[in-house]
């Protein structure tokens, strides 16, 4: 099952974000156990360096996104995107770029802390205790 993860989710995992990091940790194992195929879109990429260069410092953060680049794909940002993205009629346009960038992989969903971003969305959005709950009954 291939699953876009918002950016929200892997700061939660990578800062230790209370209360959420506990259910992003195993979202991280799922995908290193191969439940899961874990894509994040290129625009988080640097969006998460950007965060964690402000809060662990550049050497550490740059550390962190090749530790993440090691366990997940890369989903792209094309010109096919971006523009497809602008007109979605999403009212926050990086949701939308994640969304269409989602698309191009053929996520079947994306895990976010914030569905109500995704509301245009025409594949599964996830919360992280949804896509867990998912992710157990699969494995039963």
Do not use: H, W
């Amino acid at each position: 099952m291939i699953i876009l993860f918002d950016t929200n989710i892997i700061l939660d995992a990578l800062l230790q974000r209370e209360p959420f990091v506990k259910e992003a940790a195993k979202l991280f194992m799922a995908i290193d156990k191969k439940v899961i195929t874990g894509f994040l879109c290129a625009t988080s990429m640097t969006t998460v360096n950007y965060i964690l260069s402000k809060s662990i410092g550049y050497k550490k953060a740059l550390f962190a996104v090749q530790q993440l680049l090691r366990l997940f794909m890369v989903a792209p940002v094309n010109y096919d995107v971006l523009f497809t993205a602008s007109t979605s009629g999403f009212k926050d346009f990086e949701d939308a770029v994640l969304y269409e960038s989602a698309l191009t992989v053929q996520a079947r969903g994306i895990v976010t802390r914030n569905p109500g971003d995704f509301k245009k969305a025409k594949i599964q959005i996830y919360s992280p205790t949804e896509l867990l709950y998912n992710l157990k009954s699969i494995e039963d």
